[in-house]
């Protein structure tokens, strides 16, 4: 990754954080997957070759996002309230 791919990569990754906090307040506070169920979905090992950040992105939303809870979604979240 050179100097512009990885200043692509760092303003994308920046617009996801952003997203995903204008996009928390309809997502599910507690995860429905089962523990492991991201077991199956990547692959057994690791690739030879990197994969773009468009696809890492992808991954994250897709796969690692059913699994998270997302506590601070919760509007009567008392230990860090939400500013809005």
């Known amino acids: 990754m050179d100097a512009d791919q990885f200043r692509t990569a760092g303003y994308a990754a920046v617009d996801e ?3 995903y906090f204008t996009t928390l307040a309809p997502r599910r506070v507690v995860s429905n997957v089962s523990p492991g169920y991201l077991r199956s979905l ?3 090992k690791p690739p030879d070759d990197g994969e773009t950040w468009g696809n890492i992105q992808k991954d994250i939303e897709a796969k690692i996002m059913p ?3 997302h506590w601070y979604s919760h509007p009567s979240s008392m ?3 939400r500013e809005d």
Do not use: D, F, V
Request: proline share 17%; aromatic share 0%.
């Open 17 to 19: 954080i952003i997203n």
């Open 67 to 69: 699994g998270l809870t």
């Open 79 to 81: 230990e860090h309230p």
């Open 42 to 44: 990547l692959p057994s």
